[in-house]
């Protein structure tokens, strides 16, 4: 299972930045897909997820109506379309995929790819 995130950097307040996480390993269309987030010095929290069937919940609520996830399941790749940053939003990002395999569920992350609001 490999997840690969990009789409990370600088950018400032009020900017915006699309994540992309590309998939692999696994049957793409039957995992949930998640974004979490780790600031510094903080723990990792759930920014937002997406079922297999595509349905979108559990955004966090310091980034509804800010960020929107999706995903193409044609491409095994999920996004995160992040806009109207705020200083607050920087962290680490990962990708979490969450599926079953051999009966048991099963989760993996990505490496994470560094997201930076500044001025």
């Known amino acids: 299972v490999q997840l690969v995130e990009s789409g990370g950097g600088l950018v400032q307040p009020g900017g915006s930045l699309r994540l992309s996480c590309a998939a692999s390993?696994?049957?793409?269309?039957?995992?949930?897909m998640s974004w979490y987030r780790q600031a510094p010095g903080k723990g990792r929290e759930l920014v937002a997820g997406?079922?297999?069937?595509?349905?979108?919940?559990n955004y966090a609520d310091s980034v509804k109506d800010r960020f929107t996830i999706s995903r193409d399941n044609a491409k095994n790749t999920v996004y995160l379309q992040m806009s109207s940053l705020k200083p607050e939003d920087t962290a680490v990002y990962y990708c979490?995929?969450?599926?079953?395999?051999?009966?048991?569920?099963?989760?993996?992350w990505g490496q994470g790819t560094q997201v930076t609001v500044s001025s």
């Open positions: 390993g696994f049957t793409f269309r039957q995992a949930v």
């Open positions: 997406s079922s297999s069937a595509g349905a979108i919940g």
């Open positions: 979490n995929a969450q599926f079953s395999r051999w009966g048991r569920s099963v989760e993996y």
